[in-house]
């Protein structure tokens, strides 16, 4: 499915959703499906609210991107997805690590820059990787990681293993030279990647009006021949079912698929960006479509009891308590030194 094509001389900076609200149609779901993705979008909030505070007590140091807001990207893109699949990630990436499988602790004493670390606390934010679930980074270098998408992709048709990569991007990276050529070779090499735009109206304090010409990401695959989609990303399930046919797609036939979700970050793009360069409204209206008020009362619509409400809720409370505990609990990483190599 497809949304008209709308180029930038025909939209405004108020005009950035994809379907209007008469439009947005309810996805069938139960609660179990959705309980458990309900539960993932909360406790990665938690914990960047978690990591938001630390930094600001200064227990975390370096960058620190948040994706809050954004939930309904990553949670419903992943659950699409099997173990034997990779996805490669920005700079935004706490989100994906978790959704892929890697716990709450050893994320937040990565960011703490402790032992236990995911990557020993050694990388921080920006670089989280873990190889026992197939979460291939977390990388620094905008659209730098699409080609690096596309080789983790071209070794599974090499292989035979039958998986998927999924990569996530933001539009700013869209106008990079990685980006263009990690699309021309998933194209013309036919590899099983799924190309996901997380287009969340900002790169840095630039507005999408502002950077790209044509504001609709998804149609760079018409270049390619390469399947497209574009949709609202306020809808966990909705991200996943469409997402599930992309992923069909590369998994049955090894097409790569563009699909642009549009989205919104209810924070500066890092920490030490105060947001001044949007209003208090725009931030306001895209709040009140955030996708884990809107999945929680869609839970409560379909019968999940309240007090199973409360009570998931407060496990994730606790689990993301236990995480920070344990990463202030950690010993400091190790020196750099016995990881340098030498010739
Ligand atoms: C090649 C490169 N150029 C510039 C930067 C600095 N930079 C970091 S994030 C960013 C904005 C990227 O925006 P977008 O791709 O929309 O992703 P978002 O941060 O919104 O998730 C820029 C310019 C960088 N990290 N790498
Ligand atoms: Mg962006």
Same mark, same amino acid.
């Given at each position: 499915m497809v949304a008209p094509v709308v180029?930038?001389?025909?939209?405004?900076?108020?005009?950035k959703r994809v379907e209007s609200d008469e439009q947005q149609e309810l996805v069938?779901?139960?609660?179990?499906?959705?309980?458990?993705?309900?539960?993932?979008?909360?406790?990665?909030?938690?914990? +960047?609210?978690?990591?938001? @505070?630390?930094?600001?007590?200064?227990?975390? &140091? =370096?960058?620190? %991107? /948040?994706?809050?807001?954004q939930?309904a990207v990553?949670?419903g893109a992943?659950?699409a997805?099997?173990?034997?699949?990779?996805?490669?990630?920005?700079?935004?990436?706490?989100?994906?690590?978790?959704?892929?499988?890697?716990?709450?602790?050893?994320?937040?004493? +990565?960011?703490?820059?402790? @032992?236990?670390?995911?990557?020993?606390?050694? &990388? =921080?934010?920006? %670089? /989280?990787?873990?190889?026992?679930?197939?979460?291939?980074?977390?990388?620094?270098?905008?659209?730098?990681?699409?080609?690096?998408?596309?080789?983790?992709?071209?070794?599974?048709?090499?292989?035979?293993?039958?998986?998927?990569?999924?990569?996530?991007?933001?539009e700013?990276?869209?106008?990079?030279?990685?980006?263009?050529?990690?699309?021309?070779?998933?194209?013309?090499?036919?590899?099983?990647?799924v190309l996901i735009c997380e287009n969340n109206q900002?790169?840095?304090?630039?507005?999408?009006?502002?950077?790209?010409?044509?504001e609709d990401v998804s149609l760079?695959a018409?270049?390619?021949?390469?399947p497209r989609d574009r949709f609202d990303g306020d809808d966990v399930v909705k991200v996943k079912r469409r997402i599930a046919e992309a992923?069909?797609?590369?998994?049955?036939?090894?097409?790569?698929s563009l699909v642009e979700v549009v989205t919104y970050?209810?924070?500066?793009?890092?920490?030490?960006?105060?947001?001044?360069?949007?209003?208090?409204?725009?931030?306001?209206?895209?709040?009140?479509r955030?996708p884990?008020?809107r999945?929680?009362?869609?839970?409560?619509?379909?019968?999940?009891?309240?007090?199973?409400?409360?009570?998931?809720?407060?496990?994730?409370?606790?689990?993301?308590?236990?995480?920070?505990?344990?990463?202030?609990?950690?010993?400091?990483?190790?020196?750099?030194?016995?990881?340098?190599?030498?010739?």
């Amino acid at each position: 499915m497809v949304a008209p094509v709308v180029t930038a001389s025909q939209t405004t900076p108020d005009t950035k959703r994809v379907e209007s609200d008469e439009q947005q149609e309810l996805v069938d779901t139960t609660t179990a499906e959705l309980a458990p993705l309900y539960r993932q979008m909360l406790a990665i909030r938690r914990m +960047e609210e978690a990591c938001a @505070k630390a930094y600001s007590t200064g227990k975390i &140091g =370096g960058f620190l %991107h /948040l994706i809050i807001g954004q939930e309904a990207v990553c949670v419903g893109a992943i659950a699409a997805i099997e173990n034997k699949d990779y996805v490669v990630a920005t700079y935004r990436e706490h989100g994906h690590a978790y959704a892929k499988g890697v716990a709450a602790r050893p994320i937040m004493a +990565e960011l703490y820059g402790k @032992k236990t670390g995911l990557v020993k606390g050694l &990388g =921080g934010s920006m %670089h /989280l990787f873990d190889k026992p679930t197939n979460f291939l980074g977390g990388y620094g270098i905008v659209g730098g990681h699409v080609p690096i998408a596309a080789g983790a992709a071209f070794a599974s048709k090499y292989r035979g293993d039958g998986a998927v990569t999924l990569c996530f991007f933001g539009e700013g990276a869209s106008t990079i030279g990685g980006f263009a050529e990690g699309l021309a070779l998933a194209a013309l090499w036919k590899l099983p990647v799924v190309l996901i735009c997380e287009n969340n109206q900002y790169s840095m304090g630039t507005p999408v009006y502002r950077s790209l010409a044509v504001e609709d990401v998804s149609l760079r695959a018409l270049a390619h021949g390469m399947p497209r989609d574009r949709f609202d990303g306020d809808d966990v399930v909705k991200v996943k079912r469409r997402i599930a046919e992309a992923v069909e797609r590369a998994r049955t036939t090894g097409e790569p698929s563009l699909v642009e979700v549009v989205t919104y970050r209810f924070r500066g793009h890092s920490m030490s960006d105060p947001g001044l360069y949007r209003t208090k409204d725009e931030v306001e209206e895209w709040r009140r479509r955030d996708p884990l008020n809107r999945s929680r009362q869609r839970l409560l619509d379909l019968g999940f009891p309240e007090s199973e409400l409360n009570a998931l809720e407060e496990d994730v409370k606790a689990e993301i308590e236990d995480a920070v505990k344990f990463a202030e609990d950690s010993p400091p990483a190790d020196e750099y030194f016995p990881y340098v190599i030498k010739e």
